[in-house]
């Protein structure tokens, strides 16, 4: 398809939705209606470490090309260096209609630590963010890059976006910080690119440079934060051999000290390993992931860095739970008051300093503990505020083949114990469908999630149940 046709096709699509009514959700009856990080398909967290455990192994018996990509990430490109765009604002032909949540005219799950409800959403959301400007949404709608506000998480209304600033890319990455808004994302073929606003209404692009293209195969950057010396993104490098395309390479650091100029950070003397997540915390900046410092075995993986540019990799030792490619260490968050949260595949570990990590409790639990019907369970994200912490994730059931019910748990004693959520289906889902939480923020006690029920994309709102 030539990019004029695809251009008119666009604009055809854009004249269609303007043709439609807003959509006014008091009068909407609730029936039923891709990682994550830029998951359309994603596969679910642990998948990824036993895929690149796969192919380390066969490399280490002389196995040879290898076309997999390691981890769940569908748009892993090589950077490029896109000039920074400053033009003004010019809106899109056509936005999405606004979205309103409302409770009482939703399904809801009324027992229980939490009350949630559903609704379908007008396009898919990569990222969310909570700032000054209240939520930001990011994702597409229609094939072209969106954004949402919200100052409740309950109406969403669609930001106009400059098509010189963001056509041909999409955002997979999100962050709020004291001078605005960052989002990272790509074109899904060769190029990285950031963005910023001060407000999250008008951008500008950056260029990310410090990378050769032709020395590398793919490149997937996983995670996103601001901390003290700066802003930091995470990921890896696979190989640029063609008879080893997917295996990963290197870890890949890229730090921007005044949030518009990045540098990519020396991590040549690291083992082997993949960054899946990073925030602010310890010593300046803290990243969890898969450790292959052992290329027999994986094990939790946990970096620390004072300015975002120097790592190291902290000792397996002083992280509780052994080795083991289903440790689960996928996502990483930190607490209101300093404490940093590492969780993915059911196991929380706790840490004060990002260096020595304990496991407090398994969020997915036991069959005795009432969780006998799953055999998996996965969390993509969290909230931790206090003792109350609130994870939004899926779960997958025996008996039903590619069968996946939204699910969210929380926990009122700082993520030792936990209740699941996970009923009624026009909520959570069924054993019949794909359904999957994938975001999750959090503003003045309202919990937004966004993700997909059967197979459409939705929000839910949550909020703590203070009267049971």
Known sequence: ?????????????????????????????AEPAEGVHLRPQRLKPGWSTAAIAAVILLVVIGGVALGFR???DDSAPVITQPGPTTTQLVPETTLPPTTTVTATTLPSLVEGPMTWSRMPFDGQVRAVAAGDSGLIAAG??????????????KTWTPIPLDRNVFGGYRISHLVAHPDGYTAVGSD???????WTSPDGLEWIRNPVEGFEPEEIGRLVITALTDGPSGLVAVGWTTSANPNLSGLLEDHVVIHSSDRTV????????????????????????????????????????????????????????????????DAGMERLE?????????????????????????????FVGEPEDGFAEAWSG??????????????????????????????????????????RMSQPPDVFGDDHGESEMDQLAEVDGTYVAFGQWDGERSVWVGAWNEER
């Open 188 to 194: 899904g073929e060769t190029a990285v690119v950031t």
């Open 140 to 153: 597409s709608s229609n094939f072209t890059t969106t954004m949402w506000r919200s100052s409740d998480g």
């Open 70 to 72: 390691p981890f769940a």
């Open 378 to 419: 996965w969390a993509n994200a969290g909230v931790f505020s206090g003792e109350r912490v609130v994870l939004a994730g899926g779960l997958e059931f025996r008996g039903g083949a590619e069968a996946d019910r939204a699910a969210a748990w929380a926990s009122e004693d700082g993520g030792r114990t936990w209740e």
């Open 262 to 325: 990045w540098q990519r950070a020396d991590t040549a003397d690291l083992p082997l390993g993949g960054m899946k997540d990073v925030t602010a915390g310890g010593p300046g900046y803290v990243a969890v992931g898969v450790d292959w410092s052992d290329r027999s075995n994986s094990r939790p993986g946990v970096w620390t860095s004072a300015d975002g540019l120097n790592w190291t990799l902290i000792d397996g030792a002083n992280v509780e739970g052994g080795p083991g490619h």
């Open 334 to 362: 930190v607490a209101d008051d300093g404490r940093l949260y590492a969780f993915g595949l059911g196991p929380v570990w706790v840490s004060e300093d990002g260096s020595t990590w304990s496991r407090i409790g398994d």
């Open 1 to 29: 398809m030539t990019v004029d046709l695809e251009r008119q096709l666009r604009e055809y699509a854009s004249h269609v939705t303007d043709l439609s009514e807003p959509v006014d959700v008091d009068a909407l009856v």
